[in-house]
């Protein structure tokens, strides 16, 4: 079955959610975008046609693609469970916890499928990783240190650059190894963090998880480092063992800024495009191949824990989670 889909948001990331669709086989029919020029470029480069409104997307798709600015995406979630039409959508789910758990909800009653772009839960290292610990090779997890490092870049939208928006550094960064901590060692009851400091604008943020079966995370990420550079960590260890990888060069001095860094950094890793593996998934899912990897639970409690970490570093206190939602 090849499915139809519709994108709202013709930027970086509708881009290479459109690789993906193309690699699972799917057409991309319909684009919607507030700058009517991108729109009309990334229907001529996917072979879809730019819809005159939302409702005219939604009516010609089996699902919805959000990959438009943080703050937008729960009104077109909400707007996709409205019209009962299938729902992805990139990380985070919403700007806040509250707007994520009710993009949860309004979906859950409209009985169609939210499928969140929690990407790392696709990278074959994290994926290894994880299964390693489900295996039981390192026991009982203990302690996990991820770190997520790159710089912000020059060229980003201006609504990226802006907190209230996209949540800074911790909802739109951090938030791929807060999923992923969980995902580990289970739900976030607690968050203290820090931040360390900012360079030109780039926040570098350290963050202490308690999850609830004891377990630790430290979580670091960071928009501080020198542009085009991306290092990315795990460490789990475990009553029995650790795990760790490490992915940055055996060697590298970065001292002049290339005119071709990109906008979006990606961190590395080896093999298919994990964002085209994410795709292809979600295909998958929506076909009954597959069941998801990522509950849609899951990337609303992603937001909950950022939005402790934010309220943590405000106020200097640790921030209990879950108890009052
Ligand atoms: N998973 C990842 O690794 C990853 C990486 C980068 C970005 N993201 C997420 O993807 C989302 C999009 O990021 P991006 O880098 O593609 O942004 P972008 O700025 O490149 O593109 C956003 C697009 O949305 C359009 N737009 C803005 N407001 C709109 C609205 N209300 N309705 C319709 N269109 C609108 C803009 O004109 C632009 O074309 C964000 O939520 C971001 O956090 C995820």
Redesign the pocket.
Known sequence: MTLRVGI?????????HADGWGAAGDSIIAV????AE??AEFAAATGGRVADDLDDLLRSVDVVDI????D??L??VLAGAAAGVAVAC???LARTGDGARSAVAACREAGVPLLV???VRFFPEYVEARARVAAGDIGDVAVVRLDRSTYLPAG??A??KDPAR?GGVV??LMI?DVDYAAWIAGTVTRAYARLAGSIDGGDHVLATLKHEGGAISHVQASWAFPVGSFRTSIEIAGSEGLITRHAADPFRSLVAVSPDVP??P?PPTSGESP?VTQIRHFSDVLQGKATSRIAPEDAAAAVDVCDAIATSIESGQAVQIGENL
């Open positions: 709202v948001g013709a930027g970086n990331m509708a881009t290479v919607l975008d507030a700058d991108r729109a990959c438009t600015p943080t937008t995406h009104n077109y990139e990380k985070p772009g929690h990407v980003a939208s609504w990226f996209s909802h739109d791929h906008d979006v990606a964002y």
